[in-house]
């Protein structure tokens, strides 16, 4: 293995980063409930058989019954992609108990978050939980040999920034808001140049590139917790979760946000070249036929973001008044 990047010397306690070390990691832990899904699961069988733990639960299941009492040293583990981490966060934090995250893929900035939103079925969203991680332990060996279209998928959540960004510079209320944007504005701009390089010749199964996509989602979740709020969910986000909605129907989170950053461009009347040669660049799938839609649904969420996320999530939403114009719906229908 190459020497580890700074930042990652620079977070050593709390991040733990290495070939193969998921196993000896995790045993090193208390009693374990692992919240894993079906997927990484399967694909990571024997890892998980050498590791004992007394509750396997799945994304989306709580604990029978608080066993914090007679139980206080178990440490909840979130093991897989986003839903599996973000779900082990509501676990910890309904159960009181250490939490520890051990990403099998690189495809969400949930690995550095500590905040989730529970959703039902339907997309109804709910509380927010929140549980800081103890540990974060990065296995290369497993986040290297990941598929690679699902990598590929957290670098649409880091580019996500910009749009986010785009919305905030729509809707600023002072000076206060006009001096911290044009603060965030260099620094999403540099990560965007990173996004760029890094999907030059993107090949997530390369450990240098590993490491930069997850210094990458780092990076952005630092970047929307020092903006405060605002960077946190843009247009592509809100546009989204209301296409999980509609559609009644669940996709890999960045593809739904990666759709979201091209529709928000278009709706903006802004060239989609840059978003473009991040998103075409690494293989992050976005077009509507790549996910199973066409440009009647996009249609549909456009015209219904507004509505379900200031109802839902009492979120406002910028560009929510901006309909599909037959311009950019021919594009969509022409770039799939
Ligand atoms: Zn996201």
């Given at each position: 293995?190459?020497?580890?990047?700074?930042?990652?010397?620079?977070?050593?306690?709390?991040?733990?980063?290495?070939?193969?070390?998921?196993?000896?990691?995790?045993?090193?832990?208390?009693r374990l409930i692992i919240v894993s899904e079906s997927g990484a699961r399967t694909a990571l069988a024997d890892q998980l058989s050498r590791i004992p733990s007394s509750i396997n639960l799945n994304a989306g299941e709580r604990p029978a019954g608080r066993t914090s009492d007679s139980d206080p040293e178990a440490t909840v583990?979130?093991?897989?992609?986003?839903?599996?981490?973000?779900?082990?966060?509501?676990?910890?934090?309904?159960?009181?108990?250490?939490?520890?995250?051990?990403?099998?893929?690189?495809?969400?900035?949930?690995?550095?978050?500590?905040?989730?939103?529970?959703?039902?079925?339907?997309?109804?969203?709910?509380?927010?939980?929140?549980?800081?991680?103890?540990?974060?332990?990065?296995?290369?060996?497993?986040?290297?040999?990941?598929?690679?279209?699902?990598?590929?998928?957290?670098?649409?959540?880091?580019?996500?920034?910009?749009?986010?960004?785009?919305?905030?510079?729509?809707?600023?209320?002072?000076?206060?808001?006009?001096?911290?944007?044009?603060?965030?504005?260099?620094?999403?701009?540099?990560?965007?140049?990173?996004?760029?390089?890094?999907?030059?010749?993107?090949?997530?199964?390369?450990?240098?590139?590993?490491?930069?996509?997850?210094?990458?989602?780092?990076?952005?979740?630092?970047?929307?917790?020092?903006?405060?709020?605002?960077?946190?969910?843009?247009?592509?986000?809100?546009?989204?979760?209301?296409?999980?909605?509609?559609?009644?129907?669940?996709?890999?989170?960045?593809?739904?946000?990666?759709?979201?950053?091209?529709?928000?461009?278009?709706?903006?009347?802004?060239?989609?070249?840059?978003?473009?040669?991040?998103?075409?660049?690494?293989?992050?799938?976005?077009?509507?036929?790549?996910?199973?839609?066409?440009?009647?649904?996009?249609?549909?969420?456009?015209?219904?973001?507004?509505?379900?996320?200031?109802?839902?999530?009492?979120?406002?939403?910028?560009?929510?008044?901006?309909?599909?114009?037959?311009?950019?719906?021919?594009?969509?229908?022409?770039?799939?």
């Amino acid at each position: 293995m190459n020497p580890l990047p700074p930042w990652v010397d620079a977070m050593s306690g709390w991040l733990d980063v290495g070939h193969d070390i998921l196993v000896d990691a995790l045993r090193r832990e208390r009693r374990l409930i692992i919240v894993s899904e079906s997927g990484a699961r399967t694909a990571l069988a024997d890892q998980l058989s050498r590791i004992p733990s007394s509750i396997n639960l799945n994304a989306g299941e709580r604990p029978a019954g608080r066993t914090s009492d007679s139980d206080p040293e178990a440490t909840v583990v979130g093991f897989g992609g986003g839903a599996a981490l973000d779900w082990a966060k509501l676990v910890a934090s309904e159960t009181g108990f250490d939490l520890v995250l051990v990403p099998t893929v690189t495809s969400t900035n949930s690995i550095f978050t500590s905040s989730m939103r529970e959703r039902d079925e339907s997309g109804r969203a709910g509380e927010v939980h929140r549980a800081d991680p103890r540990l974060v332990i990065l296995d290369l060996a497993v986040l290297t040999t990941a598929p690679r279209r699902i990598n590929a998928a957290g670098l649409a959540d880091v580019l996500a920034v910009e749009t986010a960004l785009l919305d905030w510079i729509d809707t600023q209320a002072g000076e206060e808001d006009d001096r911290e944007i044009s603060t965030h504005s260099s620094l999403v701009e540099d990560l965007v140049d990173a996004l760029a390089g890094l999907a030059r010749a993107y090949d997530p199964s390369d450990e240098a590139q590993c490491l930069e996509t997850l210094r990458l989602l780092y990076e952005s979740v630092r970047l929307m917790e020092s903006s405060g709020g605002p960077l946190g969910a843009g247009y592509e986000h809100l546009f989204a979760w209301n296409l999980e909605r509609v559609t009644g129907r669940k996709f890999v989170h960045g593809e739904a946000v990666a759709l979201g950053i091209v529709v928000a461009h278009l709706l903006r009347g802004r060239s989609v070249a840059r978003p473009l040669t991040v998103l075409d660049g690494a293989g992050v799938l976005w077009r509507p036929h790549q996910l199973g839609i066409d440009d009647e649904d996009v249609a549909r969420v456009v015209a219904s973001v507004g509505e379900y996320n200031r109802a839902e999530r009492h979120l406002d939403v910028p560009l929510a008044d901006r309909s599909p114009g037959r311009e950019w719906r021919d594009w969509l229908r022409e770039a799939s």
